[in-house]
């Protein structure tokens, strides 16, 4: 049995989605954020030194990192190849964008969207009145000079792309969608305003059925914060 470390209002939340479009049984542990920190709690270091979710244990192994887990389930589990690229041609088109967009999810995509979340919370966490304006003076050029640019250059990126075929590998749906999901529906719920292609991706995919399902066995969840 597949049992997925689950934390709320996180990445394993595509984990989860991952395996009900494999049509998998598996189990979920459950964890809580800390709702002051919104860090996840200690126990799951207990399964995996840094505690981070997603962790899948499958046959007395852990996995760890989004990009790995999906790849290694598809590798195993999807053997007509529904959700991933057939093993042949290897310089397929496909192929090539499955590889590409698996990857950016994670390292391009989310490190701007994670440092516009960081320095929107140190404009507004508590700290001493004379403190305040040099904490606000210095998140405003933050975002101004660096953060901010990156964020919409990515986003028109993404948008750009969407723009060239429905799904990011391609003209069909593949693992690369769920990857990508987080970042999409992250950047979509804090800033995907006049992003239309964006949008309609995250309104294709909250209709898969197994996007649905995933949603039912993870509980709620929620970008906005």
């Known amino acids: 049995m597949i049992k997925v470390h689950h934390l709320n209002n996180s990445r ?31 126990e799951l270091r207990a399964i995996h030194p840094l505690g981070k979710s997603p962790l899948v244990e499958l046959d007395g192994q852990v996995l760890a990192e989004s990009a790995a887990i999906i790849e290694t389930l598809c590798e195993r589990y999807d053997r007509g190849h529904a ?20 990857h950016y999810a994670e390292g391009s ?3 701007p969207l994670l440092l516009s979340l960081v320095f929107s919370r140190i404009k507004s966490a508590p700290m001493p009145f004379f403190v305040k304006p040099v904490a606000r003076g210095i998140a405003d050029k933050a975002m101004s000079s660096f953060v901010g640019p990156q964020l919409a250059l990515h986003l028109g990126y993404i948008e750009s792309e969407l723009g060239k075929h429905e799904w990011f590998a391609g003209e069909r749906f593949t693992a690369a969608d ?3 999901s987080f970042p999409v529906e992250a950047a979509a719920a804090r800033a995907g305003a006049g992003r239309p292609r964006m949008q309609a991706f995250v309104e294709r995919i909250h209709a898969r059925p197994a996007y649905q399902r995933a949603l039912e066995k993870g509980g709620p969840y929620s970008l906005l914060g």
Do not use: C, N
């Not at 991933?84 to 397929?92: E, H, I, N, R, W």
């Open 178 to 180: 769920i990857q990508m």
């Open 83 to 102: 959700l991933s690229p057939p093993p042949q041609p290897l310089d397929g088109e496909e192929r090539r964008r499955y590889r590409y967009w698996m």
């Open 12 to 42: 394993s939340q595509r984990v989860l989605w991952l395996l009900e479009e494999l049509a998998l049984p598996y189990e979920v542990v459950r964890y809580q954020r800390d709702p002051k920190t919104m860090l996840a709690p200690p």
């Open 109 to 111: 995509a989310m490190p």
